[in-house]
T-cell receptor, first 112, second 113 residues
Framework: GDSVTQMEGPVTLSEEAFLTINCTYT??????LFWYVQYPGEGLQLLLK?????DKGSNKGFEATYRKETTSFHLEKGSVQVSDSAVYFC???????????FGTGTRLQVTL | DAGVIQSPRHEVTEMGQEVTLRCKPI?????LFWYRQTMMRGLELLIY????????DSGMPEDRFSAKMPNASFSTLKIQPSEPRDSAVYFC???????????FGSGTRLTVV
C-alpha cells in the first residue's frame, strides 16, 4: 500500500541554520506530494505541494522537489527562524485516491 | 472564505456521556474527512465523505463512533458512550477534488474523564 516515511524528530536547530527534513514515499502510480505544517494548538496547514516529477513546490522560504527516481520529497529551508518551530508532515495522494496518506510528522525546534 | 469551522474547540465530558463534534466544510468542497490525532498514534483517518456520502469508514475505531453528513455544509462525529481512551484532538478537513490538498479545521480537543 501507499506509505510515507519521514525522518525521526525532534530536529533542533539554531536560528539561521539550514533545514532539511527527509521524506520518502511508496505509492502506486504517480502521486501528488504535500508538506503540511502544524503550529502548537492549531490544525495542519498546507505548506507546499508538487504534482509531478521534477516539480518544485515552494512557500515562505521552504522548498521541496519531487524526485521520482529516489521517491523522495525532502523539505528544505535556507535559514530557519524561531517562528518555524512546528511539526512538519509529509503526505501523498496517489493517483485517483481520494485520501491523503500522512507521515508521522517531524518536530522542528528552532532556538536563538 | 472562513475556512473549515469546527465546534466546539474544547470539550470535557465524563465517561459514558455522548459527545457530538461538528464541522462546516469550505463551500464547494466535495470531500470531507475526519481525523483523530494523539501522541501515541499520530494522525488517524476515521472516515471520509464524497458529496455527502460516506466512502470509507474503515478507520472508525468501533461502533461507539458514528458520523453523518446530512448536507454539503455540515457534518457531525458522534461518540456514544465516550471513554477516556477517546481523548484526542479531532480534526475535520475538506477538499475540492482528487489531487488537491486538504484544508483543515482548528480541531476539537476532547477530554473524557
Amino acid at each position: 500500500g501507499d506509505s510515507v516515511t519521514q525522518m525521526e524528530g525532534p530536529v533542533t536547530l539554531s536560528e539561521e541554520a539550514f533545514l532539511t527534513i527527509n521524506c520518502t514515499y511508496t505509492a502506486t502510480g504517480y502521486p501528488s506530494l504535500f508538506w503540511y505544517v502544524q503550529y502548537p494548538g492549531e490544525g495542519l496547514q498546507l505548506l507546499l505541494k508538487a504534482t509531478k516529477a521534477d516539480d518544485k513546490g515552494s512557500n515562505k522560504g521552504f522548498e521541496a522537489t519531487y524526485r521520482k527516481e529516489t521517491t523522495s520529497f525532502h523539505l528544505e529551508k535556507g535559514s530557519v527562524q524561531v517562528s518555524d518551530s512546528a511539526v512538519y508532515f509529509c503526505a501523498l495522494r496517489a493517483g485517483t485516491a481520494s485520501k491523503l496518506t500522512f507521515g508521522t510528522g517531524t518536530r522542528l525546534q528552532v532556538t536563538l | 472564505d472562513a475556512g473549515v469551522i469546527q465546534s466546539p474547540r474544547h470539550e470535557v465530558t465524563e465517561m459514558g456521556q455522548e459527545v457530538t463534534l461538528r464541522c462546516k466544510p469550505i463551500s464547494g468542497h466535495d470531500y470531507l474527512f475526519w481525523y483523530r490525532q494523539t501522541m501515541m498514534r499520530g494522525l488517524e483517518l476515521l472516515i471520509y465523505f464524497n458529496n455527502n456520502v460516506p466512502i470509507d469508514d474503515s478507520g472508525m475505531p468501533e461502533d461507539r463512533f458514528s458520523a453523518k453528513m446530512p448536507n454539503a455544509s455540515f457534518s457531525t462525529l458522534k461518540i456514544q458512550p465516550s471513554e477516556p481512551r477517546d481523548s484526542a484532538v479531532y480534526f475535520c478537513a475538506s477538499s475540492f477534488r482528487v489531487g488537491d490538498g486538504y484544508t483543515f479545521g482548528s480541531g476539537t480537543r476532547l477530554t473524557v474523564v
